[in-house]
Nanobody, 120 residues
């Protein structure tokens, strides 16, 4: 059984920081791209960042100067360090894996999501 468990979301002030973690279990293919997607109310789900097993990265333009994605292949864990947070970053953030191409569509495995709210 594949499970992705996110943690680290919460309520922060604009300009603040959060670090999201996602631990994957039950996945035998460690070559999958892992990524973070987010969905704000009334909006489409969008890529935030993705990272290959070799640590090549793909960021949305809106976050590339503020967020950093990383992974620990031995632990099948992916992280998202979010700095200089803006109200526009408010969304449910979902961990994803099963993706085969760094610039391709997301994989079929999703976490339950963690809420990130940026508000003063």
């Amino acid at each position: 059984q594949v499970q992705l468990v996110e943690s680290g979301g919460g309520l922060v002030q604009p300009g603040g920081s959060l670090r999201l973690s996602c631990a994957a279990s039950g996945i035998t293919n460690n070559f999958y791209v892992m990524g973070w997607y987010r969905q704000a109310p009334g909006k489409q789900r969008e890529l935030v960042a993705a990272i290959s097993r070799g640590t090549t990265t793909n960021y949305a333009d809106s976050v590339k100067d503020r967020f950093t994605i990383s992974r620990d292949n031995a632990k099948n864990t992916v992280y998202l360090q979010m700095n200089s947070l803006k109200p526009e970053d408010t969304a449910v953030y979902y961990c994803n894996t099963g993706q085969e191409l760094l610039f391709g569509p997301p994989g079929k495995y999703w976490g339950q999501g963690t809420q990130v709210t940026v508000s003063s």
